[in-house]
């Protein structure tokens, strides 16, 4: 269970949206610290540097020796990737949340495991609704935003919006940073749109090598 809540703590979630190869991930590695805070991951396909697990055990083991220890960590998954698996890894990091302490929370292709766009499932809902005042920043990319629920979207401060997969509705993408279709559309790599409160400014990332 999370502890020490601390409604103090502003909304720093934030999402990533932009076809494959166009740099969400590169993007969000550009505004992830690098060493000295608690990092907790779903990331299957190694797109990050940390620790990681592909045995239950073994990944809660290594999370409560690192939260223990103190001191600032890595700990990612790379096993199983569905629908169950993942509403267990939320519930293991809900557990892990201290709102005296910042996790950051990422999770790499949110629509792989989205039950539906709808309500979210209940431990992947209480991290977008709750893990704020538990010191939680929660952190998500997909490419297939159509698939990805509701509960993620409303629960987001802040969005980065790229170049845009086929199929993904351009007008509530576009809406979502202010922008039209068309200068969504002509978004390279590593561009991106980024929306907070009620300011929209075009970025551009460099290239991380972990």
Same mark, same amino acid.
């Given at each position: ?52 697990? @592909? ?106 919006? @790229? ?11 576009? @809406? ?35």
């Amino acid at each position: 269970m999370a502890i020490n809540p601390n409604t103090s703590h502003s909304n720093r979630n934030t999402c990533f949206i932009a076809m494959s190869g166009f740099g969400k991930s590169q993007a969000l590695k550009n505004i992830l610290p690098r060493r000295g805070v608690r990092v907790v991951l779903w990331d299957p396909d190694n797109d990050h540097k940390a620790n990681h697990y @592909g045995d239950k055990r073994a990944f809660v083991a290594a999370l409560i020796a690192a939260v223990k220890s103190g001191r600032g960590f890595r700990i990612g998954w790379d096993g199983a990737v569905d629908v169950a698996t993942f509403e267990w890894w939320c519930q293991v990091v809900w557990s892990i949340l201290d709102g005296n302490k910042d996790t950051y929370v990422v999770v790499e292709e949110l629509a792989d495991v989205s039950e539906s766009a709808g309500k979210a499932s209940f431990y992947w809902g209480q991290l977008n609704r709750k893990c704020r005042k538990y010191g939680g920043i929660l952190n998500w990319t997909t490419q297939r935003s159509q698939e990805v629920s509701k509960t993620a979207y409303s629960q987001c401060a802040i969005k980065y919006i @790229g170049y845009p997969n086929d199929g993904a509705n351009l007008k509530a993408l576009a @809406g979502m940073v202010q922008v039209s279709e068309e200068e969504l559309k002509s978004l390279q790599k590593l561009e991106f749109f980024r929306r907070e409160h009620l300011d929209t400014q075009k970025v551009k990332f460099e290239i991380i090598k972990d």
